[in-house]
């Protein structure tokens, strides 16, 4: 993020401007400039408690004027119109509602890959690549990154997982299922918006029941939160992601339960499954699987902050 001085108001912005917004403490006026009102929102951000100010302020920007941030760096002094200054407006009124950056601007990238999400799927999150990256070297130690697998993502959302993995395996084909027609509906946009739609299939469903067997590699990024714990989520997750996507039960583990009593029926001899898991959640997901015949392939894979992320079991 670079920084950016607020330039001194001219004489004639201390006038008022033919379209003015209040957004919580901030009033966004066209004429002013870019740098000006680009710094007038990350404050408001930062006012609000909101984690990250400067770059929500430099993404929104970015989104209602229609630029890339390189645009929007060379051109700090460039001066709003009123209708950009009314889409700046609304944007920020939204994030001061806590409503995620991802759901405003309608995309999230994930894996490389440039992903449409609405607010019937989860924003896909930097933690949930570490589950990919471990699905991905779950295949390479048994030397099929050219085969054509079949994979399966369940509570597959946007899709983000299930397309990371073709993109990254160029012989394999997929199916996600979610619960949800309308994630359903996002997923399959997003395989033919990346030209992945001809080796995705996405299919509306409750978990594991409607697959059939023979799946060489199954993921999921199941719901883990504890019932009890949801009040406690920031607000940008309790109150605007699908809580059906985020309810893991009283436990937080009643999904890992149903995945492990049915991964028999659905996985090949030889594949593997592999999970995301809530932090301190390793050792009872280990025990869940192991319970039905599966052990760890590895140590849980951790994310960034250390936290084991991701795990990938096979059969014992």
Known sequence: MDAEETPRPASHERETPPAVRNVGA???????????????????????????PALDARVLLQHALGCDHAALAADPDRRLTAAEAERVAAFAARRLRREPVAYIVGEKEFFGLPLRVTDATLAPRPETETLVEAALAAVAARGARERPLRLADLGTGSGAILLALLRALPQARGIGIDISAAAIAVARDNAARLALAARAVFAVGDFTAPLAGGYDLVVSNPPYVETRRIPALPPEVREHEPRHALDGGPDGLAFYRRLAA??????????????????GQVEAVTAIFAAWGWEPAGP?????????????????
């Open 262 to 279: 049915d991964a028999a029926r659905i996985v090949a001899p030889d594949g593997h499954v592999a999970v995301e898991i809530g932090a």
């Open 26 to 52: 901030v009033a966004v006026h066209a004429d002013h400039t870019v740098a000006r009102v680009r710094s007038a929102l990350a404050h408001a951000f930062a006012r609000a408690g909101l984690d990250t």
């Open 300 to 316: 849980a894979k951790a994310d960034l902050a250390g936290i084991p992320r991701a795990l990938v079991v096979r059969r014992r």
